[in-house]
Nanobody, 124 residues
Framework: QVQLVESGGGLVQAGGSLRLSCAASGRTFSTYVMGWFRQAPGKEREFVAGIKWSGMSTHYADSVKGRFSISRDSAKDTVYLKMNSLKPEDTAVYYC?????????????????WGQGTQVTVSS
């Protein structure tokens, strides 16, 4: 059974940094793409960043480009999202997701597995 477990969320001041982790288990993810999504109160879930498990390709939403960085550690089956220069508008529940796809996907319905989410709150 596939499990994705996020951690690393919390409360941070604007301009600060956080690193989210997503521990994956239950299968081999070498042919998967991994994504981070977020959902703010009253808003739809949106794509933040994605990475091919090979690590050879990444993609970011325009709103986080240059501030966030996605990476993975194959030995630990873990994907990370390093978030710098955080803004109050980054406040949301952040979700890790996995898609059995050859290329990075940006739409929620294209992902097969989801974590439970971790709250990130950025104070002004």
């Amino acid at each position: 059974q596939v499990q994705l477990v996020e951690s690393g969320g919390g409360l941070v001041q604007a301009g600060g940094s956080l690193r989210l982790s997503c521990a994956a288990s239950g299968r081999t993810f070498s042919t998967y793409v991994m994504g981070w999504f977020r959902q703010a109160p009253g808003k739809e879930r949106e794509f933040v960043a994605g990475i091919k498990w090979s690590g050879m390709s990444t993609h970011y939403a325009d709103s986080v480009k240059g501030r966030f960085s996605i990476s993975r550690d194959s030995a630990k089956d873990t994907v990370y999202l390093k978030m710098n220069s955080l803004k109050p508008e980054d406040t949301a529940v952040y979700y890790c997701a996995a898609a059995a796809a050859p290329n990075i996907r940006t739409r929620e319905y294209e992902y097969d597995y989801w974590g439970q989410g971790t709250q990130v709150t950025v104070s002004s």
